[in-house]
């Protein structure tokens, strides 16, 4: 690393200043970071996009959203060369791209969750944190005391750039898809292209392929654009964390002194080195006042590297109350709670949910396995064991006693017995003489759904308008049953 | 439901016979300029049929105006419109008293509510003053300016309409308010093959203006109809179906407010209608069953969380007449 050959200016900026100066170096190699994430990075979807040939898409995009560092390698590899003046060529970042993919692979894809291995905060300030990895290589023990350092100095801001670019991904996802579906014939709306993405995800293969490879495209363009700004910003950090740190901009300002000064510098270095051998001999007798005076300012506040500890008080001593000092059943009696609590609220969430189902179950009604045959219909009982094995000649019987009512009764039952057993009809509680003629309108053919349909209407008239029906009509009804063997199936 | 399958042409037609063609006349010939929208046709018949008033939702240009002046030329009656907005009065609905200075005395001056067929439009953009002097008019029957009541004629019916689309500036009915509708009735755009006989017909100008239907009947037909429908059999078991509709709405998970005993009243009024129509002198529970939506609709209000879902009070209405046991004697 040489710092004088540095291309940006370094100098104590504040956060936000700095991931500007991050966004800045991005705008100025735009198009070779653009190309080469072509190269790169574009390749390699394709070839996860083609195992969507045999393996869910929804599993494919997540595929592709968990490799998200090992793509920032590409942008970070660009942009730290060419702050020292070393602006690679595309060959160069092919020529370097397998060792991008392999490298540290493992550690990187599980670092994407909020796991101790990679320490709970990798996840959340990426962009920070990834130029400690890839670019001073350090591992173990220097990695987490760097990374303490770094998140120190400017972790809240990396984790803020961290949610804004993940916010801005999904805006410009959804106006890159609404603006193209402003372009067909038939627009959908935010909510639906969300409802489509989320179908894109989870349910693969329930979608018209032109959306859902168009989904897939405006989420892959969103994550070109965004990624390229959110490695730089990340990287802008990083610079800004050293320079305050370790003083770049000072150590810059002398050598850059020593270069102008040249042989004067040399010259007074001559003169000056005498009397600063003579001072490091005089300083190497302890105890020195200097020395002492280097300890009082170390030992200051400000020098202090404060750890959080946590604990908790346990009284001792004075006062023990009898019988509560039996850890033993106090500590069972906790867990017993402690469970019980859970349960309690398991429980409660289970009710929550069972009382609220139409809630859950809104749109899903349609795709339930058909309900269990009715055993009554409107009252009546049309259950196959509940009726005379000769419906037509017990229906007669009904007739010739003088009970029109309880003829064409039975001879209703028994044909949404029919309806319902054998021509399995869907019908539910809640429909009426007219829903159950529509049924038969469907399922019968032509001379039972004449005879249904003659039969509602004189059973309609006696139930409802409670006026005798025409004798010929029922004898007519009674006569020609056609149902007989199959009512009761 | 129609379960007929032959029918005896009547030698003598009984009031009821005479009643029912005269619907059926009247039904024919404004549905010919009403194109595709027959059960926003039949709602509205049913609700003219049993004396009450309805609330039209649908989007502006479906021929809402066409429709109640095809009504009113069906029975040689007056039709008025009154266009609401914000600074409309109530005086300016029901009526006012002048001195005339020639006469040297209070003359009055009736408001567009003395016809027979009125159309509100946009009810929702008036202040609550206004709507319920509307609302008054619409229950009473009869106005009162300057402490003097006067009868509307027979027969009165209100068709207002609330615009979905704009909310901005308007004043909601109430709940207690939108209960004096008989019904509500959500008209939609009509399908492709009615669309085209529209457009066609306007621009060749072959269709039938509502101007030019002819005149079926005369006030008292139509006052004849009326209580024809209102002596139309109902068994006791039918009106419980109607009631237990209604009290479900008051117990289901997805109302927020369920309809009232007037609901259960105007399901059985509304259903008359549709039994006379199809020309039965009884009801069924599919005529309740078919008027369950247009007349419940209006008189429940989706629990928020739902509504935030997007479930519609027909999403729920649907459900409960669905899984609502339909009677049987």
Known sequence: MKLEEVTAELRPRGSWEAVDLGFAMTRRHFPLLLAAWSLTVVPLWALLLLASRWVPVGIVLIVIWWLKPVYDRVPLFILSRSLFGATPRLRDVLHAWPGMLVRRLPWLLIARVPWWIAGPAFSWARPLLLPVIDLEGQRGRAWKDRRGVLLRQAGGTAVSLVMLCGLYEWILVFALLTLGSQMTSDPLGAFELGDAFMETVFRNGQMAPWLEWSLIGGYLVAMTLVELFYVGGGFGLYLNSRTTLEGWDVELAFRRLARRLGKAAAIITAAVLPLCCAGIA??????????????????????????????????????????????????????????????????????????????FSRGERANRAAPAAPRTMMGMDVAPDSLPDDIAAAARARWESGDARGALSLLYRGALSWLIHAAHAPVRDGDTEGDCLRHADVLAEPVRRDYFTALTWQWVTVAYAERAPAALEVERLLGSWPFAGEEKR | MDYTTETQPPTQPSPFEYAVEVMSTIRRRVGRVFLGQTSVLDQVLAAFLAGGHVLIEGKPGLGKTHLVLAIAQTFGGAFKRIQFTPDLMPSDVTGHTLYDMGALQFRLRRGPVFTNLLLADEINRAPAKTQAALLEVMQEVQVTIDGESH???????????????????????????????????????????????????????????????????????????????????????????????????????????????????????????????????????????????????????????????????????????????????
């Open chain 1, 282 to 359: 005089h300083a190497e007798t302890p105890p020195s006042r200097e020395a002492q005076a280097i300890r009082e300012v170390l030992a200051h506040e400000d020098f202090k590297v404060h750890e959080r500890e946590t604990g908790h008080w346990e009284r001792e001593g004075d006062d023990p109350k009898p019988g509560f000092n039996a850890p033993g059943w106090f500590e069972t009696l906790g867990t017993v709670l402690f469970y019980t609590v859970i349960t309690g609220l398991c429980a409660l969430l289970a009710w929550l949910i069972w009382k609220n189902r139409e809630f």
């Open chain 2, 151 to 329: 009868a509307l004629p027979p027969p009165f019916m209100t068709l207002a309409t609330q615009n979905p689309i704009e909310q901005e500036g308007t004043y909601p009915l109430p709940e207690a308010q939108l209960d004096r509708f008989l019904m509500k009735v959500v008209i939609d755009y009509p399908e492709q093959r009615d669309e085209e006989q529209i457009v066609g017909e306007l621009l060749t100008g072959t269709g039938l203006k509502a101007a030019e239907i002819q005149q079926v009947c005369d006030v008292d037909g139509i006052l004849a109809a009326q209580r024809a429908a209102a002596s139309v059999r109902v068994t006791p078991e039918v009106i419980a179906y109607a009631v237990r509709l209604a009290r479900a709405t008051r117990e289901a998970q997805g109302f927020a407010l369920g309809a009232g005993t007037r609901g259960a009243i105007s399901l059985v009024r509304v259903a008359k209608s549709f039994a006379m129509m199809a020309g039965r002198d009884f009801v069924t529970p599919d005529d309740i069953k078919s008027a369950a939506l247009p007349v419940l609709r209006h008189r429940v209000s989706v629990a928020p969380e739902l509504a935030i879902s997007g479930q519609t009070a027909d999403d729920t209405l649907a459900a409960i007449v669905n899984n609502t046991e339909a009677p049987r004697r």
